[in-house]
C-alpha cells in the first residue's frame, strides 16, 4: 500500500507527523485532503522551526492552527529530523519510518524510502518510538510548547502493542539520549560483528569523519559508498560526497541505481558473520545524525543467517556540489526566530520557541485581511507571554492565515495561530467535525449543512438555547448565545453518558466552540454559487470539469440543499415542540434565514417556517430582537392577504413593540427578504402601520365614541364586516349594545352558550373584531 493510501485508508482518530522541512502547501492539498476523505481527523505536525520558518513564507497555507495543529519542536544541540507518521485508529495503529521531508519532493519528486509497519509484526518499533516520544519530554535540549502531549501519544503506541508478539526483527533507533552509531554497533556484534558497511546518503561531513568513526566502531574497513547516478538533492546540512574518506564508491542496484530521481534516502546496509543489518530513516552519514547533536529516527531490519547484501557496481565519485547557505538571511539580517500560539476566546497565549527572548516587546498580528497592532506583552524568562486579543477569534476563522509576530530589538519572531475551539472540536465532534468546521470558516457545502441539521435533530439542545439581547424589537443587536454543556458535543451515534455538567461547566474551549457554531448560523452568507455563472467562472479558474460533470455535480448539490431544507423540517418539528417552551424558538430563526439565505426556496417554503417560527414566539410572549419583528412584518406584507399594515400592526403590538420608537432592521435578513418581497421596502411599510388601526383598536374607537355621545368615527375594518349594519344601527342604541358581548382577547367559544364557535366565527373574531354566534361578539384586545 502506498503512503498515501494508507493515508485515507482509514478514519483514523489522530494523526503525527515528524519533520524537518515543511510545505504546508503540499500538506493541505495533498495529505489532509487524503486524510478527511478518509475519515480521519485530529492531525498534528511536529517540525523544526526551519520546517516553520519555511511554512510562514508559504503565502498558499490557509488551515494551520484550524484544521491541524502545527508546532514547532527546536533541538538546541542540532535540528529535530525524524520523518515519521504515526495514525492511530479505534484499537489500531499504524507507523511509517521514512527519510523524505513533509514536502512534494519527500513524498514523491525524490527518491526517498518509507516503511510501513503494523504491532502485528513490530510491536518492538512501536515501543521504541513511545520511548522516543517518551524521553523528548524530559531531554533539556528540546524546547517545545506541547511537551504535554507526547505522553499521550507515547501511551496510544503502547496500547497498540498489548498482547502483539515480539519477533526482535524490527526496531527503531533513535538518538535521543543516545548514539544511534553505537546502538547499529551492538546489533552487530549480535550478529558476529560486520564485515562490509555500504552507505546510501544524501549527505556527508566534508572530511567525512562520521564514516571513518563509523568504520572504526564497527572494527570494518570494507566500507562502500553510494554514488547516485542522478546525483542528491543540495542540501545546507552537508555535502554529498566526503573528502579524504578510503570509502569506495560504488552504484546500488534496484532498487537505487536505476531511479532516476534525485537521491534524499538514508541507508545503511552491514553485513555480518551471522546476518545482515539494513536501517533506513531519517539519518544522515554525519556526525550530527550518526553520533550526537541531532534528533533522529531509523528503522533496523535485523536479518538473522542472511548473508547476501545488495548487488553493487563500480562507480566513479560524484561531482561534489557546494553546500546550499541558508543560514544567513538577506542584507545582514538576523534570521527570523520561531513562536507557537494559541488563541481561546478574547485572550492568546504563546511561546519563543527560538531564540529564547525575554522582557517587553511589541506584539502584532498579520491576515490575508490586513495587519493589526496587539499592543505591549511581557514575556518571561520560559518565553511565556500573553495578551488580550478581542475579536481575533472570530477574525481567525476566515479562509486565510494568521500570523503572529513578535518585535524586540532587532529580534523578530513569528509563528501560526491555533484555535483552540478547533482543536476540541476536532477532538471530539468525531466524524462531524470537518464539517463543522467548514461551517465556522465559511466554506460550508450544502452537504455539509444536511449533515448538521441531522445532526442538530438527533439532539436538538446541541444547538442550545439562545435568549434574545434587548428584547421589544427596540434594538439592532446581535442575540447572543448560551453556553452549552460539552455532553451533548458527543460524536454521532454515540450513546449518552452520565454527566454532571451544567450549563456552565466543562472544559472552556468546548463550550466556546458550540458557540461558535451555532453563531456562524446568525451570519448573512449570501446563496451558494452552484450553477450560476460565478460557478462556473470559479471552476474554470481550477481544474476543468466537463459538462457532464458539472451537471452531475450541481445535481448532488442539489439533493443536498433538498435533504437540508427536509431535515429543517424536522428540526423545526422538535425544536418548537411544547416541552421545549419556546427556548430554541431564536435558534429555529436564525436556522430558518441562514439556510434561506443560503438556498433561496421557494416562497411557500419561507412562508411556512416563519409562520411556525413566529408562532412560538407569540405562543409563549417572547421577546422579539428587531431582526424578528421585522420578519414578522415581512411575512404579512408578502402573504398576500388582506389588510396587511393592519396585521402587522396587531403583531408588532401584540409582541409588546412601541412602534413610535420602533426601527426595523431587514439588513439582517436579506434571504427572507429577497425571497418573500425582493421590492419590499421595511421603513415605508412601516409608516402604513402607524397608520392603520388594528381590529380590535376600532373596537375600542366605536364603543368609546358610543358611550361618550361622540360622533360615529370612520372604521375601515369594521365598516367592511357583515356585521357593521347592526354595529351602525346600535351605536346610538344603548339597549341594542347592551346585547352585545364584548371580549377583552379572542377565544373560540360563545360567552352566551359556551359552545365552540364555527372556524369561520372563530377567524372572524380574529380578524375583524366582531362575529355572530347567538349574539354579536366584538373583541376588543389586540
Known amino acids: 500500500m502506498q503512503p498515501l ?75 529535530f529530523h525524524p520523518k515519521l507518521t504515526l495514525l492511530f485508529g479505534d484499537s489500531d495503529a499504524h ?16 527518491l526517498e524510502t518509507v516503511d510501513h509497519l503494523h504491532p502485528g509484526f513490530a510491536a518492538e518499533v512501536f515501543d521504541d518510538t513511545a520511548d522516543l516520544f517518551e524521553t523528548l519530554t524530559i531531554t533539556d535540549n528540546i524546547r517545545t510548547g506541547i511537551a504535554d502531549q507526547f505522553e499521550p501519544v507515547a501511551a496510544q503506541l503502547r496500547k497498540s502493542t498489548r498482547g502483539a508478539p515480539r519477533s526482535g526483527n524490527f526496531r527503531l533507533l533513535h538518538s535521543v539520549g543516545g548514539s544511534i552509531a553505537e546502538q547499529l554497533s551492538e546489533l552487530a556484534y549480535d550478529l558476529g560483528g560486520a564485515t562490509c558497511i555500504t552507505i546510501i546518503s544524501p549527505y556527508f561531513d566534508k572530511d567525512g569523519s562520521a564514516v571513518s568513526r563509523l568504520s572504526k566502531l564497527m572494527n570494518c574497513e570494507n566500507v562502500q559508498l553510494h554514488s547516485h547516478p542522478k546525483g542528491a538533492v543540495r542540501g545546507s546540512k552537508g555535502i554529498n560526497w566526503p573528502e579524504g574518506t578510503n570509502a569506495l564508491p560504488v552504484c ?34 554525519t556526525n550530527a545524525a550518526l553520533f550526537a547533536g541531532n534528533v533522529e529516527a531509523s528503522l533496523v531490519r535485523i536479518q538473522r543467517d542472511t548473508l547476501v547484501g545488495w548487488t553493487t557496481r563500480p562507480a566513479a565519485k560524484p561531482t561534489v556540489y557546494p553546500v546550499v547557505d541558508t543560514d544567513e538571511a538577506d542584507d545582514g539580517e538576523e534570521r527570523t526566530g520561531i513562536l507557537r500560539a494559541v488563541i481561546e476566546g478574547d485572550r492568546i497565549a504563546g511561546q519563543v520557541i527560538v531564540p529564547r527572548l525575554q522582557g517587553q516587546a511589541q506584539l502584532s498580528v498579520a491576515t490575508t485581511a490586513g495587519y493589526g497592532e496587539l499592543g505591549i506583552v511581557s514575556i518571561d ?3 511565556k507571554f500573553e495578551a488580550a486579543a478581542p475579536d481575533l477569534e472570530m477574525r481567525s476563522w476566515g479562509r486565510g492565515r494568521m500570523v503572529l509576530r513578535i518585535e524586540q ?14 482543536a476540541g472540536i476536532i477532538q471530539k465532534a468525531g466524524a462531524m467535525a470537518p464539517r463543522l468546521l467548514a461551517m465556522l470558516s465559511g466554506t460550508e457545502t450544502p452537504e455539509d449543512v ?22 421589544q424589537g427596540g434594538d439592532k443587536v446581535e442575540r447572543e448565545a448560551t453556553w452549552v454543556p460539552i455532553e451533548v458535543l458527543r460524536p454521532v451515534g454515540e450513546s449518552p453518558r452520565h454527566s454532571n455538567a451544567s450549563s456552565t461547566g466543562g472544559e472552556p474551549a468546548w463550550q466556546r466552540a ?60 422538535e425544536m418548537l415542540a411544547d416541552r421545549h417552551k419556546g427556548i430554541h424558538a431564536v435558534s429555529a430563526f436564525a436556522l430558518a434565514h441562514y439556510l434561506t439565505d443560503r438556498i433561496r426556496p421557494a416562497p411557500s417554503v419561507v412562508h411556512s417556517w416563519l409562520v411556525r417560527i413566529l408562532g412560538e414566539f407569540s405562543r409563549h410572549g417572547l421577546p422579539m430582537d428587531a431582526s424578528i419583528a421585522t ?20 403583531f408588532l403590538l401584540r409582541a409588546g413593540i412601541d412602534l413610535a420608537s420602533f426601527m426595523p432592521d431587514s439588513a439582517t435578513i436579506p434571504g427572507f427578504v429577497e425571497v418573500l418581497k425582493p421590492s419590499w421596502n421595511a421603513e415605508q411599510f412601516l409608516e402604513a402601520i402607524r397608520s392603520a388601526r388594528t381590529a380590535g383598536e376600532e373596537v375600542r374607537m366605536y364603543l368609546e365614541a358610543a358611550e361618550g355621545g361622540q360622533p360615529l368615527p370612520s372604521l375601515s375594518v369594521l365598516e367592511n364586516s357583515p356585521h357593521w349594519p347592526q354595529l351602525k344601527a346600535a351605536f346610538a342604541d344603548g339597549e341594542a349594545r347592551s346585547r352585545f358581548y364584548v371580549l377583552e382577547g379572542s377565544q373560540n367559544f360563545c360567552p352566551r352558550c359556551n359552545l365552540v364557535m364555527p372556524a369561520a366565527s372563530q377567524q372572524e373574531l380574529r380578524q375583524i373584531g366582531v362575529t355572530r354566534h347567538c349574539r354579536i361578539i366584538l373583541c376588543r384586545g389586540i
Not at 420578519?631 to 396587531?650: C, F, H, N
Request: charged share 25%; with cysteine; proline share 4%.
Open 5 to 79: 493510501d494508507l493515508i485515507s485508508a482509514a478514519p483514523w482518530q489522530r494523526a503525527v507527523f515528524t519533520t524537518y522541512m515543511l510545505s504546508l502547501s503540499f500538506f493541505e492539498a495533498v495529505i489532509l485532503d487524503r486524510l478527511v476523505r478518509g475519515g480521519g481527523r485530529n492531525a498534528l505536525i511536529l517540525a523544526d522551526p526551519e520546517g516553520i520558518r519555511a511554512g510562514l513564507s508559504e503565502q498558499g497555507a490557509r488551515r494551520a492552527g484550524r484544521d491541524y495543529e502545527l508546532e514547532p519542536v527546536a533541538n538546541t544541540t542540532g535540528v
Open 95 to 110: 507507523l511509517l519510518v521514512g527519510s523524505g521531508n513533509l514536502t512534494f519532493g519527500g513524498w514523491g519528486m525524490n
Open 252 to 285: 546500488v542496484d534496484a532498487p537505487f541505481g536505476n531511479d532516476d530521481r534525485p537521491l534524499h534516502a538514508k541507508c545503511v546496509e552491514i553485513l555480518c558473520r551471522r546476518g545482515r543489518l539494513l536501517m533506513s530513516g531519517s539519518a544522515n552519514s
Open 381 to 383: 524568562d520560559a518565553g
Open 409 to 422: 530589538n532587532n529580534h523578530a519572531v513569528e509563528g501560526f495561530v491555533s484555535i483552540a475551539a478547533a
Open 450 to 471: 444536511a449533515a448538521i441539521l441531522t445532526w442538530f435533530k438527533e439532539d436538538p439542545d446541541r444547538i442550545g438555547s439562545a435568549p434574545v439581547r434587548g428584547g
Open 514 to 573: 458550540l458557540w461558535l457554531v451555532r453563531s456562524a448560523f446568525f451570519e448573512p452568507r449570501g446563496p451558494w454559487k452552484s450553477g450560476t455563472g460565478e460557478d462556473d467562472q470559479a471552476e474554470d479558474e481550477e481544474d476543468v470539469e466537463s459538462e457532464i460533470e458539472r451537471l452531475k455535480r450541481i445535481q448532488r448539490e442539489d439533493n443536498a440543499k433538498n435533504r437540508a431544507m427536509n431535515a429543517l423540517d424536522g428540526l423545526l418539528t
Open 631 to 650: 420578519a414578522g412584518m415581512l411575512l404579512r406584507a408578502s402573504d398576500g392577504q388582506k389588510r396587511p399594515a393592519e396585521r402587522a400592526r396587531t
